[in-house]
Structures are given as structure tokens and as C-alpha cells.
């Protein structure tokens, strides 16, 4: 004998929940931005801070509290600057922007230098194809 659901069937088990609020990192060419979803907060609510080494969002209700790190400074071992983070909030969706460093912005000129230089080294046979013997 199976018991059957006292409340809703299988479907309403299975549905997600998109009140809960969804962090997510979208860097620019100048900065780094994290993006955090389903915030419907006012912008006055939010604070944005660095404290030991790392970002930390709260809000003045305590509904929320975030704290995360930015793994690219810590690699080339850059400290943070809180002048160069700021926030803005918009469609429940709050932005969070650093500026990149010159040191990091130089390090990506340079890499993308060397992927032109791979890019043009495996355009020059001109047919893309591997050949078998």
C-alpha cells in the first residue's frame, strides 16, 4: 500500500523556489561585477564594504549578508581598495562593481596578446582540418 501525499502532488515537490536570492559573477573589461538576483530591498537598505580581504554586502534589516572574496587580487596578491567598489540596485537585481587594478588590466592586455599570436600560429595551414596518413 502507498501512502499518497497529504498536500500537493509530485509537481509541487519538484518546483524551485526563485524567491531565494542568486549570486553570480559577470566581469566587464574594466571591472568585476558580481550580480545578486531576487533582492527586493530599496537601495538605501544595502551596504557594500571591504573588510579583511574580502566584499561583504548587508543589509540594514539583516534580511541578507554576503561575504566573498575576489580570487584575481589574491593572485597577483593586490590589496583591496574600497574606492574602487560600488553598487547600485535595480529590478531586485543589486550590481556590484570593482575596478580593476592597472597590475590586472596590464596582465589581460598581455594575455590576450599571446592568444592572437596562438590564434594566428593554428590559422596558418587554412584548411582546419588534421590530415591522415
Known sequence: MQKEPE???????????????VFARQDTLSSFQWRIHNLPYPAEVYSVAVEQRCCVVRTANKKYYKKFSIPDLDRYQLPLDAAALSFTHANNTLIITYQKPKEILAAEQELQK????IKAVDDGDGDGECKTQ
Open 7 to 21: 498536500a500537493g502532488g509530485p509537481e509541487d515537490w519538484l518546483a524551485s523556489v526563485t524567491a531565494y536570492p
Open 114 to 117: 599571446e592568444l592572437k599570436k
